[in-house]
């Protein structure tokens, strides 16, 4: 199985890309800049120049032809204005899923915001265009041929990562949790043989991950 990793150059792709490496996963990185291609080359990182903003659906589905998973951790993270938001976190992630259903992907991994319900839209302030824009997208991907996962990390942190992490539907309380154990949720996600639809939380907590996603998963 083959994985690209759409982000690659993100806060989560880094690590995740470092993870699969270490692992001897098969994956490319997927990366908006040339310069990012010959940086992950220098690091024995193949990758593939991939834009969701502007790569049509065609050419996505032609990029995404040799691949078995698709990860999406691109996004504004609402650090831009609406309309970059839209386009790269709606618009762009519809695409790929377009993409993917037309090139057969076997797994879709989604990596969203920690609430996307339309009932996050007024307590999300500054970034509900950032949370609409979310929401559409998972709920896009629910609704497509794709087999997938759609994982909703807490508040995201730069700190070392802890290894171990709370798993569930609803987290009412919220949380955090470093960007690094956020990739080691993905990457356990990637190794999973049999892929069945679903959408979590995932917070800092007391449980290894493998454990915290097996217990979820029953």
């Given at each position: 199985m083959r994985t690209l990793v759409i982000g690659a150059n993100g806060g989560i792709g880094k690590h995740l890309v470092k993870q699969l490496q270490a692992s001897g996963e098969d994956f490319v990185a997927g990366v908006r800049k040339s310069a990012q291609v010959?940086?992950?080359k220098s690091e024995g990182i193949e990758s593939l120049l991939i834009d969701v903003e502007a790569d049509d659906i065609a050419t996505l589905t032609n990029k995404f032809k040799d691949f078995d998973k698709i990860v999406f951790t691109v996004g504004s993270g609402g650090n831009t204005g609406a309309d970059k938001t839209i386009i790269v976190d709606l618009d762009g992630a519809i695409k790929t899923i377009k993409a993917s259903e037309a090139s057969d992907i076997k797994h879709y991994i989604m990596i969203s915001t920690f609430d996307s319900s339309r009932s996050a839209f007024d307590a999300s302030g500054d970034l509900k265009p950032y949370?609409?824009?979310?929401?559409y997208a998972?709920?896009?991907l629910k609704q497509s041929n794709v087999a997938h996962t759609i994982i909703h990390p807490g508040g995201l942190l730069d700190e070392q990562g802890t290894g171990k992490v709370e798993v569930a539907e609803k987290i009412e309380d919220g949380g955090v949790i470093p960007r690094q154990d956020v990739a080691t949720v993905i990457q356990a996600e990637i190794s999973k043989e049999a892929v069945t639809n679903e959408s979590f939380q995932v917070v800092s907590g007391d449980t290894p991950i493998y454990e915290a996603l097996a217990q979820f998963q029953k």
């Open positions: 010959e940086t992950f949370t609409i824009a979310k929401h998972d709920e896009y």
